[in-house]
């Protein structure tokens, strides 16, 4: 049986204004970072014996790490559709910050985000995933049914917000 695993999906293009900047400013700071793992490397590799020197292979994948990073973005920014537009505090749309209660009074506050945006400590989830595509269009207490596998959920809309900070 072989490694091969087949490519992921394509994400949605959408971000937020925050978010791409966010991406924009990691894409400069990265770039700063390259700088000194590669004097650090320079450095290590003038030491000597490069096959037993732990420094010289841990500087070694970690630019590896960064530049998979650094082609990552250059590929995604340029391809992504900044979402500024407000809706209605009525629907759900990408960038809203939405209020749920489930059947059994469970309260849940996320927030609809591009896939590079995704934190589940904050919840902010993506526009991709299972809730937020049922929740889409929605409307203030709507019923938004969410099976996944074999489980089925449902949950009410209280609110929705479409402020930067409310979570």
Known sequence: ????????????????????????????????????????????AAEGDRSENAEYIYRKKELRELDRRIRYLQKRIPDLVVVDRRADNEQVF??????????????????????????????????????????LKKRIDDEVTLTINGVTRHYFIVAVSYQEDVL
């Open 1 to 44: 049986m072989g490694r091969y695993r087949p490519p992921q999906p394509k994400s949605s293009p959408y971000i937020t204004r925050a978010g791409f900047d966010g991406l924009k400013q990691e894409e400069k700071d990265i770039w700063v970072r390259r700088a000194d793992v590669t004097a650090a490397l320079s450095a290590a």
């Open 94 to 135: 990408f960038g809203a910050t939405v209020s749920l209660e489930s059947d059994d009074d469970e309260a849940m506050t996320v927030r609809v985000v591009g896939a590079d945006e995704i934190d589940p400590a904050k919840k902010h989830i993506s526009v991709d995933s299972p809730l937020a595509r049922a929740m």
